[in-house]
T-cell receptor, first 116, second 115 residues
Framework: GAVVSQHPSRVICKSGTSVKIECRSL??????MFWYRQFPKQSLMLMAT?????????EQGVEKDKFLINHASLTLSTLTVTSAHPEDSSFYIC????????????FGPGTRLTVL | AQTVTQSQPEMSVQEAETVTLSCTYD???????LFWYKQPPSRQMILVIR??????QNATENRFSVNFQKAAKSFSLKISDSQLGDAAMYFC????????????FGTGTRLQVTL
């Protein structure tokens, strides 16, 4: 149990276009999901915390208008990179928090975004 | 703000040997969780082991164990009988006990396993 999927796994887009990444908890409900960004050979940097039915909480330095997050249901959160530029190229990882004593986070497999 | 420090960018161990990865953290909280995550080349984050700060007993999961020193704010991971499949990036992480608390990751240690 506790499987999190991400779609797409890889995406290549042209500069100036928008890209949507989906994060789904397949076998549990997640009131909270998290979005991370990981540059090559670096750690995961939290971008935002997404709560179902409310606005996301963004980390300092993350542009809200550029990285739109929607958490419309207990099993789905989406990250839209608007007007993508080459510097947005990165590996994006989501995690979904399952309730319980540890409120453990389960990670998706990640999405590699390349902006040309 | 909480910080997590991993001072070993890379480590190497021979197959079947034991290796210890270091992690220190800083927090003013008395209760919290600590984790070690493994990120293999597939980049899927995998939970290796978790420790609750209020527990004095060190957590163990098969070949993986931790040395949790709360006063020293140290949380090292020991991998026994290392296997080729253990080669990966290992991240130490901290989390408060709040319901929607975020994970704070260290910079990672790349573990190589040699024959």
């Amino acid at each position: 149990g506790a499987v999190v999927s991400q779609h797409p796994s890889r995406v290549i887009c042209k500069s100036g276009t928008s890209v949507k990444i989906e994060c789904r908890s397949l076998d549990f409900q997640a009131t909270t999901m998290f979005w991370y960004r990981q540059f090559p050979k670096q750690s995961l940097m939290l971008m935002a915390t997404s709560n179902e039915g409310s606005k996301a909480t963004y980390e300092q330095g993350v542009e809200k208008d550029k990285f739109l997050i929607n958490h419309a249901s207990l099993t789905l959160s989406t990250l839209t990179v608007t007007s993508a530029h080459p510097e947005d190229s990165s590996f994006y990882i989501c995690s979904a928090q399952r309730g319980g004593p540890y409120n453990e986070q389960f990670f998706g497999p990640g999405t590699r975004l390349t902006v040309l | 703000a909480q910080t997590v420090t991993q001072s070993q960018p890379e480590m190497s161990v021979q197959e079947a040997e034991t290796v210890t990865l270091s992690c220190t953290y800083d927090t003013s909280e008395s209760d919290y969780y600590l984790f070690w995550y493994k990120q293999p080349p597939s980049r899927q984050m995998i939970l290796v082991i978790r420790q609750e700060a209020y527990k004095q007993q060190n957590a163990t999961e098969n070949r993986f164990s931790v040395n949790f020193q709360k006063a020293a704010k140290s949380f090292s991971l020991k991998i026994s009988d290392s296997q080729l499949g253990d080669a990966a990036m290992y991240f130490c992480a901290y989390r408060d006990t709040g319901t929607a608390s975020k994970l704070t990751f260290g910079t990672g240690t790349r573990l190589q396993v040699t024959l």
